[in-house]
């Protein structure tokens, strides 16, 4: 079984521009979950999509935004790009609560 | 607030030694808790979980213990092998009750195995 693949694999932005990043999570896997991986704050939750709909969400500001498509491949965008985004932004599925989420290998974003 | 914590940032073991690596939380309510293993460049790989009814759980050369009454957890592995070097969080599932994925996860312990 395929894992999770996220695309692309890296990223260099310029400060106020946006990005968006994509998910695919393994087969048959309807939640799908953001992170956000910086040296000074560790692995941070963004958001979880499960079928489409917003379930949980973390304390980031609006500009983080994402959405999941009826396959359950999750996209997440970034608006107004600021200096303090650039990390790894990492994607993780799950069949539902308490199963086992599986990361991808994650987008490293560079805002310039 | 709540949090979720490793004890030690750097843990340096003997190829064949068994390592433990200990995690503290502080969510009395917390039921999932997850161990990830972070190599350089790469994503989190799911190691092993436990469900709060659970005191203990046992994988491949790896074991997961739960003590609820000091909201502590550990993991350990037996026999470490240089391919296990790297660094390993905790993490708990907080999601809305009833329902979602939400994990917190801990600042992560580097596992470091000297040949």
């Known amino acids: 079984k395929a894992g999770v693949t996220q695309t692309p694999r890296y990223l260099i932005k310029t400060r106020g521009q946006q990005v968006t990043l994509s998910c695919s999570p393994i087969s048959g896997h309807r939640s799908v979950s953001w992170y956000q991986q910086t040296p000074g704050q560790g692995l941070q939750f963004l958001f979880e999509y499960f079928s489409e709909t917003q379930r949980n969400k973390g304390n980031f500001p609006g500009r983080f935004s994402g959405r999941q498509f009826s396959n359950s491949r999750s996209e997440m965008n970034v608006s107004t790009l600021e200096l303090g985004d650039s990390a790894l932004y990492l994607c993780?599925?799950?069949?539902?609560?308490?199963?086992?989420?599986?990361f991808g290998p994650g987008t490293r974003l560079t805002v310039t | 607030g709540e949090s979720v914590g490793l004890h030690l940032p750097t843990l340096s073991v003997q190829e064949g030694d068994n390592s433990i690596i200990n995690c503290a939380y502080s969510n009395s309510a917390s039921d999932y808790f997850i161990w990830y293993k972070q190599e350089s460049g790469k994503g989190p790989q799911f190691i092993i979980d436990?469900?709060?009814?659970?005191d203990k759980r046992q994988g491949q050369r790896v074991t997961v213990l739960l003590n609820k009454t000091v909201k502590h957890l550990s993991l350990q592995i037996a026999a470490t092998q240089p391919g296990d070097s790297a660094v390993y969080f905790c993490a708990e599932n907080r999601g809305l009750t009833g329902g979602g994925n939400k994990l917190t996860f801990g600042t992560g312990t580097q596992l470091k195995v000297e040949l």
């Open positions: 436990i469900r709060s009814n659970m």
């Open positions: 993780a599925s799950s069949l539902d609560r308490d199963y086992e989420q599986y």
